[in-house]
């Protein structure tokens, strides 16, 4: 499970044994935790789960994901072509 972000706290990080779910990152700050599907075509994520969180904190995770949208796109397929 890389991680591919460390911001503000945030651990952004992949699993490698997800089936065969969408793009997505989960992401994780002390007891909190979320995972997020990332839309390509639209620019646009969606929560998939979040434990422990307020709406400031998912505030700020959404805001770290689309600040670094394009580069979690890159690692996603870096990791999935390692997959393979």
Known sequence: MPTILI???WRLFFYSNEGNEPIHVHCRKADMECK????????DIEEVFAYNMSPK???QIR???????????EQ??????RLQ
Do not use: T
């Not at 805001?63 to 796109?73: A, P, R």
């Open 7 to 9: 911001i503000l706290g």
């Open 36 to 43: 997020y599907w990332l839309d390509r075509d639209h620019f």
């Open 57 to 59: 904190d998912k505030r």
């Open 63 to 73: 805001k770290i994901i689309y600040d670094h949208f394009e580069y979690i796109e």
């Open 76 to 81: 996603w397929d870096e990791f999935q072509r």
